[in-house]
């Protein structure tokens, strides 16, 4: 049933006016170009034609379910996995898509209440210029035309009308937004602030600018910290997971070898066991002989270097880089490059794209691994191979025996699979060998107590089933058990609150006259923006020292860092010059189009206010429905 949000102003006693599909532009062209449609969406009814009335215009029902199928697809670009029709509301597409619509829809109703249209000319042009629509000549072709818009639900009358109001929803919008300009003080205020610069000295401590090292810890000490600091050492939420897995490790040591399959198999692979000596080689190509001896001149005289011909050649050094290269690899060029016995570059010389310059990186000397040493490699992947085979035999009887009801420790006694449990950690890689494995991390994660054991298969060819027994909520760890990391935390803890105390008493020394430069290496910075970065510095270094007067000093310090500041000088921004005439313009830009962006924003809640929305929670239902 339709929910009024707003009033309506007297403009709803006029006639309606047609229907407006509502979708800008680029989301249309966009759908049109990748065939997207009605995303598989079926007919709503005659009863439910629109999710909104703004005004004389209205939000198709099918103009949401293709807007709202579009953001979810985009999110799920964005971030990498599928997203359900619950994480989109979690995320708030849903409501974002409304939003726009019913503002897309309030432009509509304010373009056509003033007049704002514009010709068949000119949506003809915009038409035309839609290469969706062009044929394999670049010009437009009415057949792809009309075949594109009947694969996507629109009729031409229902496109062309669409292009016609987004071109009018431009022409207010462009109405609305035209013409800011930032205010000449707000502008010489930002500009004043963020070319404004600094210049620092800052001096970094460390245990060995303390008078004596951190003595070791007391038992009391470290019950103490552990006491205090109990996030630290207390474990995360975890998921107490049963499996039964079945993995080729575990079925190696019972397969029978074939020596004459291992055999067959070093000879197939002969070319990893025994290489004769190579060479590291990169290769730069001329368009003619000339031009490799100019250039190979230069490399002798020491005038250029390999370097520099390959990016004179437009080239980087991966572009020329051969790789391993052995003496019959490099064909015609093999004799001199192998001739070489250390590094260097030899040429020109043939190759299959004309004459060429060779260097010579490195030597790799020829190896051969004897059957009898290669064994145990061949021997080690022929047992895994036989031994996943064997495991997908079996396969098909451990599922039967699931679907039968069997528990995993069913599966134990019945299938020689192995049963273990851990405490397995979103995320994470526990201590458990099966977590190294990322079919059963994946499982894991989506695992709940209401699912049945089923058959996942892990990359190596093992298989695994699973249970959730229970959730174990966030546990603190016995001191016992934690007792290394707890004293490796208070070390951390105490030498951080040690070099505290002694960058302040640094601090009042040098209030009191002493030079900062004796009591470490000081790094200066002459003059830096807000914007600078330090490295090895605590990360407020910048934010500090722009709040600083000149002269002051101050402790400063991160997690990991503890440092003294002293702010040497203030250069204030400049008030003329081309580096002040492109930060003013460049600000002047911004804070022009901030403006317009927010006259653009008050401008259309204004409009919405005025005209009111009527959202049909019926029609939005019977879209959201269909998300799934």
Do not use: C
Request: no cysteine; net charge negative.
């Amino acid at each position: 049933m339709a929910k009024k949000i707003a009033q309506k102003t007297d403009d709803e006693d006029r006639p309606k006016k047609r229907k407006n599909h509502h979708v800008m532009a680029w989301v249309l062209l966009a759908m049109v170009v990748t065939g997207l449609g009605g995303f598989g969406l079926t007919n709503f009814g005659g009863q439910l034609t629109a999710v909104a009335t703004v005004g004389n215009q209205t939000v198709d029902v099918q103009d949401y379910a293709r807007a709202l199928r579009q953001e979810m697809q985009a999110f799920q670009a964005q971030i990498g996995q599928p997203v359900t029709w619950e994480m989109a509301k979690q995320f708030g597409l849903d409501a974002r898509v409304r939003e726009r619509l019913v503002t897309m829809a309030a432009l509509d109703n304010e373009a056509d209440r003033i007049g704002i249209s514009v010709g068949d000319e000119r949506v003809a042009k915009e038409v035309m210029d839609i290469r969706a629509f062009q044929g394999v000549n670049g010009k437009f072709d009415r057949e792809a035309y009309r075949q594109t818009l009947d694969r996507n639900g629109f009729t031409e009358s229902d496109f062309e009308s669409q292009i016609r109001s987004d071109i009018s929803r431009s022409v207010l919008q462009g109405a609305v937004t035209s013409g800011f300009v930032a205010p000449e003080q707000m502008l010489a205020t930002i500009a004043s602030w963020a070319a404004e610069r600094r210049g620092f000295s800052l001096l970094t401590l460390t245990e060995a600018d303390l008078a004596a090292p951190i003595p070791a810890p007391t038992e009391a000490d470290l019950k103490a910290f552990y006491d205090g600091h109990p996030d630290q050492f207390t474990a995360p939420e975890a998921k107490r997971i049963t499996y039964a897995a079945l993995l080729p490790e575990m079925l190696k040591d019972t397969v029978k070898l074939d020596e004459q399959a291992l055999k067959d198999a070093y000879q197939e692979r002969i070319g990893e066991f025994v290489q004769p000596e190579r060479r590291l080689v990169e290769r730069l190509v001329f368009p003619d002989q000339a031009a490799a001896e100019a250039a190979k001149a230069q490399l002798d005289s020491g005038a250029t270097t390999f370097e520099a011909l390959v990016e004179a050649r437009g080239l980087t050094l991966p572009d020329v880089d051969m790789g391993e290269q052995s003496k019959a690899d490099l064909g015609a060029a093999g004799e001199a490059v192998f001739a070489l016995t250390a590094p260097g570059a030899v040429g020109p010389l043939p190759s299959d794209l004309g004459p060429a310059l060779y260097r010579m990186n490195g030597i790799l000397q020829a190896q051969e691994i004897p059957f009898e040493e290669a064994r145990a490699t061949l021997a080690s992947e022929q047992s895994t191979d036989a031994a996943a085979r064997e495991i997908a035999d079996r396969t098909e009887k451990i599922d039967d025996l699931l679907a039968g009801g069997a528990t995993l420790e069913d599966l134990q006694k019945e299938a020689g699979m192995k049963l273990g449990t851990v405490d397995y950690v979103t995320g994470t890689t526990g201590e458990d060998p099966i977590e190294g494995y990322e079919a059963f991390r994946k499982a894991a994660d989506k695992v709940t107590e209401d699912d049945m054991p089923e058959i996942i298969q892990l990359e190596d060819g093992g298989i695994v089933a699973i249970q959730l027994d229970s959730i174990v909520p966030p546990t603190l760890k016995p001191f016992d058990s934690v007792k290394t990391e707890v004293e490796d935390a208070w070390r951390i803890d105490a030498l951080h609150k040690a070099l505290l105390a002694r960058a302040d008493e640094i601090v009042a020394a040098v209030k009191g006259g002493a030079s900062l430069g004796a009591y470490g290496i000081v790094d200066v910075t002459v003059s830096t923006t807000r914007d600078g970065y330090l490295e090895k510095a605590p990360e407020t270094t910048m934010t500090t020292a722009f709040k600083m007067a000149e002269g002051d000093l101050q402790t400063i310090s991160d997690k990991d860092i503890v440092a003294v500041l002293k702010l040497d000088t203030i250069q204030p921004a400049a008030a003329d010059g081309p580096d002040a005439q492109r930060v003013r313009a460049q600000l002047g830009g911004q804070i022009g189009q901030v403006l317009s962006q927010d006259a653009f924003a008050l401008f259309t809640n204004a409009l919405i206010a005025q005209t009111g929305v009527t959202l049909d929670e019926a029609a939005i239902n019977a879209v959201n429905a269909q998300m799934n």
